[in-house]
């Protein structure tokens, strides 16, 4: 069997030019900028729409689920804060696999970041849509019809809000970083600002008796609704494709991985545990726009409903550019290896940013926020990203042992027990969501092993020798190991 190819994380440094101005990208990320696109990836539909979902499972223990999903994300963002500073490069986890696994191992995981970021984007923009009706019903007492504002699964033609929010994101992120860091920025304050704000309604009027019983279906209905609310954390590890362009990524980019977590975890358990105590867990699972409608039993007025319509409005709308803005800059790397076409690395020399590669992108997944009902593929997108979770943990493992002299600027506590426990969270979660979605992923994976024998393997410059314009092997040899 031959050796797997490893692409060594020095060569991965040199050839994106990350210890320089980047790979024609340019720095303009501080940390509070990274904390705030971190925010922006995380906090949208998992806890504005989901919610309701993850309390039809759990019920009041909802809050259990969230800290058990937390601690299955925390562990794996220790894994991605160590290697994110040692190995500051736009493909985030799929560069991670090829310095730690090899190429094959790393085509995967793109091919399931592909999975991950793009159901994420029309998920979450078909989210967006239903509160946009929420936040027009509270305003003037319209709705859109349904023919222009749900899919035809879902009763209509075609999601016209969905395909909106997706061109404002790509609209943002063809103009520059700059402007869609400071839109993040602003998105972020609005919607922490909204949910502490929610949080201060539901515990004025929260009640003991509305948490029992407080597990309704037991452990089983816990496990699954920490399934459920893994999805509200998918995003942290979008931190990581800024490597490029954030101003000092071996410092800022763990930094920035931990406080997003923390912050995501404490805000999202005091909803959870503000939402059901107010009115109880049966009056929540269900709601596509729950927190709306606690708000509105709370207070007796749709004003205040339509503030947490508003937010929810904003807060999805920044994950939408955030996740797009990841997506955009794991296939830049992809491409920069030679395992997809050429037009994704290409990047515009007038605003510093892949255009091409970001209109392809909005164009391919505004389909299915258009058309498709979403629902039958959400578990599919929770195992693919709890399996790139698990690789980057075993990644870190790889890359201890073989590269111990590697520049880090954090290092993974406890280790190996925290990887170790990582992978065996992700395994746990993994199970939960059942053998008709391990068969959909088993297909899933078959299928780009596929297109990576067929083109990825015979295009790869890893294989051929081949560098991107203006790096040569000696120079990747002598890149630095930090900045």
Not at 235 to 262: Q, S
Not at 279 to 307: C, F, H, K, M, N
């Amino acid at each position: 069997m031959p050796a797997p190819r490893i692409k060594p994380p020095a060569l991965l440094v040199a050839e994106s030019g990350a210890d320089r101005q980047g790979h024609g990208l340019k720095r303009t990320m501080g940390l509070f900028q990274l904390i705030c696109f971190g925010v922006g990836a995380i906090v949208g539909t998992g806890i504005f729409v989901g919610l309701s979902d993850s309390v039809a499972q759990a019920g009041p223990a909802v809050v259990v689920s969230f800290v058990l999903a937390a601690i299955t994300c925390v562990f794996t963002a220790f894994s991605f804060a160590e290697l994110g500073g040692a190995i500051p490069v736009s493909g985030s986890s799929y560069s991670f696999a090829y310095a730690g696994l090899g190429e094959s191992t790393a085509f995967l995981v793109g091919w399931c970041l592909l999975l991950e970021y793009g159901i994420s984007i029309s998920a979450v923009a078909v989210g967006w849509s239903q509160y946009v009706n929420e936040l027009l019903h509270s305003l003037t007492g319209l709705q859109l019809p349904v023919a222009l504002s749900a899919g035809p699964g879902d009763g209509g033609v075609v999601n016209l809000p969905a395909v909106i929010v997706i061109a404002m994101g790509c609209v943002l992120l063809v103009r520059g970083v700059r402007e869609s860091a400071g839109a993040t920025a602003v998105m972020a304050a609005v919607k922490i600002a909204i949910l502490v704000a929610f949080c201060a309604i539901g515990f004025s009027a929260f009640k003991d008796g509305n948490l029992t019983p407080f597990a309704p279906a037991g452990l089983g209905g816990i496990g699954a609704g920490t399934t459920a609310a893994f999805f509200s954390y998918i995003g942290f590890d979008a931190i990581t494709t800024a490597g490029e362009e954030a101003k000092n990524p071996r410092r800022d980019i763990p930094v920035a991985i931990l406080v997003c977590m923390g912050v995501v975890t404490l805000l999202y358990c005091a909803v959870a545990l503000a939402a059901t105590g107010a009115i109880g867990g049966d009056q929540v699972a269900g709601r596509p726009a729950a927190l709306s409608y606690v708000v509105g039993e709370v207070t007796g007025s749709a004003v205040g409903g339509g503030v947490i319509a508003f937010g929810a409005v904003v807060a999805i709308a920044s994950v939408v550019l955030a996740v797009m803005y990841g997506q955009t800059r794991i296939l830049m790397s992809m491409s920069r290896d030679g395992l997809i076409p050429g037009v994704f690395e290409k990047v515009s020399p007038k605003t510093a940013t892949p255009v091409a590669g970001t209109l392809i992108v909005a164009g391919v997944f505004a389909v299915p926020a258009a058309f498709a009902s979403l629902d039958a593929v959400m578990n599919l997108c929770t195992i693919g990203t709890l399996a790139i979770m698990a690789v980057v943990n075993v990644s870190v493992i790889a890359l201890r042992r073989r590269e111990p002299g590697l520049a880090r600027s954090f290092r993974v506590p406890l280790y190996p027990v925290v990887p170790l426990l990582g992978v065996g969270f992700c395994l746990y979660l993994m199970y939960e969501t059942g053998w008709t979605t391990w068969i959909q992923f088993a297909v899933f994976l078959a299928v780009g092993f596929g297109v990576y024998a067929g083109y990825g393997r015979r295009k790869s410059r890893l294989a051929v020798g081949e560098a991107p314009a203006g790096v040569t092997r000696d120079a990747a040899e002598r890149a630095p190991q930090a900045v």
